[in-house]
């Protein structure tokens, strides 16, 4: 079984930065969209990035546009979200997703719903104060 492992949060004033990565374990993500959410309390979960399977294709919520980036590293088995100029309405835990891009293509502009998720991470806190 597919199991995902988040890594990387922690607390960081405003404008700091840090680097999130979810590194696999069962199966390799060769195949697999990675997607990155994030949930606050109170709030629903949303989606921040997702990156296709090959790494050629990237998708971003605008709201962190030009501040985060996602790559990946399918040797290590791993995909990063480096997120720079901080900000506390980033303040959430972190999850990441695997979807099986065979079964979901990667579509530009769009990452792939939640429900189609095949395994999911057990987050990372990131909490963003002064």
């Known amino acids: 079984q597919l199991q995902l492992v988040e890594s990387g949060g922690g607390l960081v004033q405003p404008g700091g930065s840090l680097r999130l990565s979810c590194v696999a374990s069962?199966?390799?993500?060769?195949?697999?969209?990675i997607s990155w959410y994030r949930q606050a309390p109170g709030e629903e979960r949303e989606v921040v990035s997702c990156?296709?399977?090959?790494?050629?294709?990237?998708n971003y919520v605008d709201s962190v546009k030009g501040r985060f980036s996602i790559s990946r590293d399918n040797a290590k088995n791993k995909v990063d979200l480096q997120m720079n100029d901080l900000k506390p309405e980033d303040t959430a835990n972190y999850y990441c997703?695997?979807?099986?891009?065979?079964?979901?293509?990667?579509?530009?502009?769009?990452?792939?719903?939640?429900?189609?998720?095949?395994?999911w991470g057990q987050g990372t806190q990131v909490t963003v104060s002064s």
């Open positions: 990156i296709s399977a090959s790494g050629g294709m990237t």
């Open positions: 069962g199966m390799t993500l060769d195949y697999y969209i």
């Open positions: 997703a695997a979807t099986f891009q065979p079964r979901v293509r990667f579509v530009q502009g769009q990452c792939p719903p939640d429900k189609e998720a095949e395994a």
